[in-house]
């Protein structure tokens, strides 16, 4: 019996067997709502705090064929376009449920995002224990910006620590310290952001400044020294893909002893999540170069040595 059941949270995504945020073989439970607004975000449909409606035309089967959207949407949200697949218009779309996405044949209207109690959730996660067992893999909670639901995500790792399953956070740190002292004693693991060090340039890229994420990491680090951290840099053109941000981050991180460090280089997955919820892609079509990436590792590598882990 779950006796954090009463909690419920607004969940958009569970998705097991990865192993790339966090030890092991692990079931990710991704949280809607995020403090910032980062321009390169992969996930923006974790952005918003309520369910949300998008449209992916490639699975339409054509308004002229179908068009049950047209007479479910109570708001007169929907209309054809000329390409014959469904037009929304989101200044008409209110959350009411948004049966317009259950009665489509062919899941060319989905919704982002759905209440789900603490047992509920728990149920699916515990599906693969034998897989967490073995290779010392668990849960973990990302986003969005897990703790920003604090109730619901400090239930969901206690009942886990209490069914014994190793658990972990993907954090931006932009949350109130209270939730994160509440949280940090059922914690595994911790995946934290640190961006940026210069708040200034921190704010003009994510929308907010970086006091509050600094703050709570030396929380984590100093009030919790037995918790592992994983700092992480996703790193950005033309905001932090340079020697001084990089070097300023790891000089912040040495002081840490059992803080690790890890570099993400930047992606264009999740582009096309920005067009089925009918918005302009931040970033635009910029990207990369692998040779910048190396040679930010490199600056890394040589302030915080054998702390630096290479991306798998």
Same mark, same amino acid.
């Given at each position: 019996?779950?006796?954090?059941?009463?909690?419920?949270?607004?969940?958009?995504?569970?998705?097991?067997?990865?192993?790339?945020?966090?030890?092991?073989?692990?079931?990710?439970?991704?949280?809607?709502?995020?403090?910032?607004?980062?321009?390169?975000?992969?996930?923006?449909?974790?952005? #918003?705090?309520?369910?949300?409606?998008?449209?992916?035309?490639?699975?339409?089967?054509?308004?002229?064929?179908?068009?049950? &959207?047209?007479?479910?949407?109570?708001?007169?949200?929907?209309?054809?376009?000329?390409?014959?697949?469904?037009?929304?218009?989101?200044?008409?779309?209110?959350?009411?449920?948004?049966?317009?996405?259950?009665? &489509?044949?062919?899941?060319?209207?989905?919704?982002?995002?759905?209440?789900?109690?603490?047992?509920?959730?728990?149920?699916?996660?515990?599906?693969?224990?034998?897989?967490?067992?073995?290779?010392?893999?668990?849960?973990?909670?990302?986003?969005?910006?897990? @703790?920003?639901?604090?109730?619901?995500?400090?239930?969901?790792?206690?009942?886990?620590?209490?069914?014994?399953?190793?658990?972990?956070?993907?954090? &931006?740190?932009?949350?109130?310290?209270?939730?994160?002292?509440?949280?940090?004693?059922? @914690?595994?693991?911790? @995946?934290?952001?640190?961006?940026?060090?210069?708040?200034?340039?921190?704010?003009?890229?994510?929308?907010?400044?970086?006091?509050?994420?600094?703050?709570?990491?030396?929380?984590?680090?100093?009030?919790?020294?037995?918790?592992?951290?994983?700092?992480?840099?996703?790193?950005?053109?033309?905001?932090?893909?340079? *020697?001084?941000?990089?070097?300023? !981050?790891?000089?912040?991180?040495?002081?840490?002893?059992?803080?690790?460090? *890890?570099?993400?280089?930047?992606?264009?997955?999740?582009?096309?999540?920005?067009?089925?919820?009918?918005?302009?892609?931040?970033?635009?079509?910029?990207?990369?170069?692998?040779?910048?990436?190396?040679?930010?590792? #490199?600056?890394?590598?040589?302030?915080?040595?054998?702390?630096?882990? !290479?991306?798998?």
């Amino acid at each position: 019996m779950c006796l954090d059941d009463k909690q419920q949270g607004m969940v958009f995504n569970i998705q097991k067997y990865s192993v790339h945020d966090g030890p092991g073989i692990r079931t990710i439970v991704f949280l809607k709502g995020c403090s910032l607004s980062c321009r390169w975000c992969s996930n923006p449909e974790s952005q #918003k705090s309520c369910a949300e409606l998008a449209c992916n035309p490639g699975r339409c089967i054509d308004i002229s064929k179908c068009g049950h &959207c047209l007479t479910a949407c109570p708001h007169g949200a929907i209309t054809c376009g000329d390409d014959d697949k469904p037009r929304i218009d989101r200044s008409h779309c209110a959350d009411c449920s948004i049966p317009c996405a259950e009665v &489509c044949p062919a899941q060319g209207l989905l919704v982002y995002g759905k209440k789900r109690a603490v047992g509920d959730v728990l149920r699916v996660v515990e599906q693969d224990m034998a897989f967490y067992a073995r290779s010392g893999g668990g849960l973990t909670l990302s986003g969005g910006e897990p @703790l920003l639901q604090g109730s619901f995500a400090v239930a969901l790792l206690r009942e886990a620590r209490a069914r014994r399953i190793r658990t972990a956070v993907e954090t &931006c740190g932009m949350v109130p310290a209270d939730t994160v002292r509440e949280a940090a004693p059922h @914690l595994s693991y911790v @995946l934290y952001d640190i961006k940026h060090m210069n708040s200034e340039i921190h704010e003009t890229q994510t929308g907010l400044p970086n006091a509050r994420i600094l703050e709570n990491f030396r929380i984590l680090a100093e009030e919790f020294p037995h918790l592992p951290i994983l700092a992480r840099t996703p790193v950005i053109p033309g905001f932090n893909d340079n *020697e001084e941000a990089v070097a300023a !981050i790891a000089r912040f991180i040495k002081a840490y002893p059992h803080v690790n460090y *890890e570099l993400l280089p930047y992606h264009r997955l999740g582009t096309q999540k920005y067009h089925f919820l009918g918005r302009e892609v931040p970033m635009g079509e910029v990207s990369l170069n692998k040779a910048v990436t190396d040679g930010l590792q #490199k600056t890394a590598l040589d302030i915080l040595g054998e702390r630096v882990q !290479i991306p798998r």
